[in-house]
């Protein structure tokens, strides 16, 4: 079982910026995308961020422009770069992976971490 294990969340003032890293830890053949979601109180978990394997990436239409995913393949991580930060942006974030380990593939979630956006 492969772990994802974030870092990065806080609290900022609007305007400001943060930086979510997520590493994934364990035996793994290949990952063939990352991703970033997150959910506010009372709302559903929607995709922020997605990256492949293959260099292609995908943002929500609420944070293009503002927020940026990069990953480091060789230390199989995925970060994601806010900027520009506003209240609506306050949630939990998660990380998300879709990899195969010599066994078959597989989808991983990571445990979260809080932003929150000060206004």
């Known amino acids: 079982q492969v772990q994802l294990v974030e870092s990065g969340g806080g609290l900022v003032q609007a305007g400001g910026s943060l930086r979510l890293s997520c590493a994934a830890c364990?035996?793994?053949?290949?990952?063939?995308?990352m991703a970033w979601y997150r959910q506010a109180p009372g709302k559903q978990r929607e995709l922020v961020a997605r990256?492949?394997?293959?260099?292609?990436?995908n943002y929500a239409n609420s944070v293009k422009g503002r927020f940026t995913i990069s990953r480091d393949n060789a230390k199989n991580t995925v970060y994601l770069q806010m900027n520009s930060l506003k209240p609506e942006d306050t949630a939990v974030y998660y990380c998300?992976?879709?990899?195969?380990?010599?066994?078959?593939?597989?989808?991983?979630w990571g445990q979260g971490t809080q932003v929150t956006v000060s206004s």
């Open positions: 998300n992976a879709h990899y195969n380990d010599f066994r078959g593939d597989f989808t991983s």
């Open positions: 990256s492949t394997s293959g260099g292609n990436t």
């Open positions: 364990g035996s793994i053949f290949r990952i063939d995308a």
